[in-house]
């Protein structure tokens, strides 16, 4: 019952506060993000294993979104990465990092919102530890990428006949994308309401708000695919439609980042109010900044 209301007063507050906008702004600098992000993952895969690695790195990516979001976004990044080249340590390689940071800076806005909490950290510090977690998740995407990759050739190495037809069946391939995406989301979405936010939470007080989130991603993006095969967005925007399905896939993602958060601040306080300690769900919770 208790999960029940904090699920349904998270969706309230989602209107109440015009969080749906916010999420329009989170979307837009993912983004905006999106592609220098592409290109600091083919500079970093210069060092860890060569610009074929990045390409392959962005294809696994891309294809467990939507596919008209992937059809959208994917010519255009592999347009932007095998015509722009950047080295990581020039004041090139910062100005891109910078820019490929601007959504996980969106995204703190709108967690610190979500959370009640006032960001007190300074600027530079919040910067380094956004420059720091897209780093992080461009090495994790590699690795793992490098890891599919590499795999087959060791049974080879082995010389077992029946491990290489394991690694190169279709569903061993088709799970391990979805394993690389799997991890990476899992990693990403603690981070940002653990360390991204302000304020302390501990990880039994996040993950209902991430399961939530993950679960309704899946959904939403079954639901946006199968929408999308019956709609004609050239109707409302003509040469502009492969960007907005992009964008709007963006946003429904925000909405249940940001709704998450807010259930799991709903939860903090409803089991503040059974503990006795008379908080609400608008109040911080003890041992976070309070909102201005």
Same mark, same amino acid.
């Given at each position: ?20 906008? *916010? ?12 592609? $220098? ?28 979104? $939507? ?20 080295? =990581?340590? #020039? ?18 806005? /709108? ?32 690795? *793992? #990428? ?5 795999? $087959? ?68 993006? #079954?639901?946006?695919?199968?929408? =999308? ?22 946003? =429904? #993602? ?6 998450? /958060? ?5 939860? *903090? ?15 911080? *919770? ?7």
């Amino acid at each position: 019952m208790n999960s029940t209301r904090a699920f349904l007063e998270a969706v309230y507050r989602l209107y109440e506060h015009s969080q749906f906008s *916010m999420a329009g702004a989170v979307a837009f600098s993912f983004l905006v993000s999106l592609f $220098p992000f592409c290109i600091l993952l083919g500079a970093l895969s210069g060092i860890l294993g060569g610009a074929e690695l990045a390409k392959t790195a962005i294809d696994h990516l891309f294809q467990v979104l $939507p596919g008209d979001v992937a059809k959208a976004l994917v010519p255009q990044v592999e347009a932007i990465m095998s015509n722009s080249r950047i080295d =990581l340590l #020039t004041i090139g390689g910062a100005i891109t990092l910078f820019f490929a940071t601007s959504a996980i800076e969106t995204l703190r806005a /709108a967690l610190n919102f979500a959370y009640r909490v006032k960001e007190t950290r300074n600027y530079f510090v919040c910067l380094g530890l956004s420059m720091l977690h897209v780093c992080v998740t461009a090495v994790v995407l590699l690795v *793992m #990428t490098w890891t599919i990759l590499v795999a $087959p050739n060791l049974a080879t190495l082995i010389k077992s006949q029946l491990l290489i037809d394991f690694l190169n069946s279709s569903w061993v391939q088709s799970g391990a994308l979805y394993a690389i995406a799997g991890v990476i989301v899992a990693l990403q979405l603690f981070a940002i309401h653990l360390w991204l936010a302000a304020g302390r939470r501990r990880i039994v007080d996040v993950w209902p708000g991430i399961a939530l989130t993950v679960l309704l991603w899946m959904a939403l993006g #079954t639901a946006y695919s199968f929408y =999308l095969g019956y709609s004609n967005y050239t109707r409302f925007y003509a040469g502009l439609s492969q960007l907005m399905i992009a964008l709007i896939f963006f946003q =429904l #993602t925000a909405v249940t980042i940001i709704l998450g /958060a807010e259930l799991n601040r709903g939860i *903090m306080a409803l089991k503040g109010l059974r503990n006795g300690n008379g908080l609400t769900v608008e109040d911080p *919770m003890p041992g976070d900044s309070a909102t201005a």
